[in-house]
């Protein structure tokens, strides 16, 4: 038998107004008697109906998050953690795959899902902020540094600071000929230009040159692109002591290339990585990374994302910074 609010409402003596207000979390409900309905909530096994919850709002109860890949681990683990956070609002989330491609991300942002769809969380790999002037179609909040100056609510992370402390860190334990790699000379490179700034940020600050020899690109930030690059590096006579990788997959990539090399890490080079990926704390040795918190990257994009379903959608963008902190494990010989 499946219950009602009216039945919830009966077994705690309160009115049906009472019941929905708990159920839809507002907060001027005395303690006491929410204590009560949330017992009889759990005493009846009540679960809301949600679909008629949002038809009444004209809503579908369905979000969609859109990555470039979803075979890259940090797309992966974030998109668990959004579907857990928008679980909180009883949304779906439908999950997307642009391959960083402008024509793919620009379909998705100017609205053309809006009937199957209440908002949108995008990671933006080539769209600009041209692309989303005068768009007023689907709520949406973009993930990362990609378009600053938008309409569009952003969740953000200090990936400048971030990588500058890597660097350091790399120049605190005696490393002075540190490699990045990872750098994109092409319009969909933010996060590499960021971090290289942070990069050459921590070099200047310890008195170190700036060496383009030590810098190696790479296409894609795959587990490949990072094995090459630092086969590249090694060939190329420049032999550094430490790489900061710009991403953990990068940064797998390389271990594999110096393990090849017959080079230990970390006593002949050093490695840190960014992005905090499962795999990277399962590597040999384990890696050193920026860790993200990739939940509170997912609750801050829900949270906005309801904001402006339920308030003024006029009201100007906002952009949130969610944290992220140093790990440090074997690959800097400090785990």
């Known amino acids: 038998m499946r219950h009602r609010l009216k039945d919830v409402a009966e077994r705690a003596g309160v009115s049906v107004k009472t019941v ?11 303690p006491d008697t929410r204590a009560r309905v949330e017992e009889a909530i759990a005493e009846l096994n009540y679960r809301p109906n949600l679909s008629a919850r949002h038809l009444r709002k004209g809503r579908t109860g369905v979000i969609a998050l859109a990555v470039p890949e979803l075979d890259v681990p940090y797309f992966a683990e974030l998109a668990r953690h959004v579907v857990t956070a928008a679980a909180e609002y009883g949304w779906t989330v439908l999950i997307d795959q642009t391959e960083g491609r402008r024509d793919q991300e620009r379909v998705l942002a100017s609205g053309i899902t809006d009937h199957l769809i209440d908002g949108l969380i ?15 179609g689907t709520p949406m909040v973009l993930l990362g540094e990609r378009i600053e100056h938008c309409s569009a609510d952003r969740v953000v992370i200090d990936n400048v600071t971030a990588a500058r402390e890597s660097t350091a860190h790399l120049i605190q334990i005696g490393r002075r ?3 990045a790699v990872g750098a994109q000379r092409t319009d969909v490179g933010a996060s590499a230009r960021l971090r290289l700034a942070g990069y050459r940020d921590a070099l200047r600050a310890a008195g170190l040159d700036y060496d383009q020899a030590l810098v190696a690109s790479a296409p894609a930030w795959h587990r490949a692109d990072g094995a090459a690059a630092m086969r590249g590096l090694l060939t ?3 032999r550094p002591d430490a790489v900061f990788c710009f991403n953990d997959t990068l940064a797998l990539g390389a271990l594999r290339a110096l393990h090849e090399a017959g080079l230990r890490v970390p006593e002949d ?18 890696l050193s990374t920026v860790a993200p918190d990739k939940e509170q990257i997912a609750r801050l994009a829900i949270q906005l994302l309801a904001d402006r379903l339920d308030g003024d959608r006029t009201v100007p963008a906002r952009e949130l910074a969610a944290p992220y902190r140093l790990e440090l494990r074997e690959s800097t010989g400090t785990g």
């Open 177 to 179: 000929r540190i490699a």
């Open 269 to 286: 080079v050093a490695v840190v990585g960014f992005d905090d990926i499962e795999d990277g704390r399962f590597a040999i040795p384990a």
């Open 20 to 30: 929905s207000n708990v159920v839809n979390g507002h907060l001027h409900v005395r």
């Open 236 to 238: 190329s006579g420049v």
């Open 122 to 136: 995008l990671s933006p790999s080539a769209l600009t902020a041209a692309d989303l002037a005068g768009l007023d």
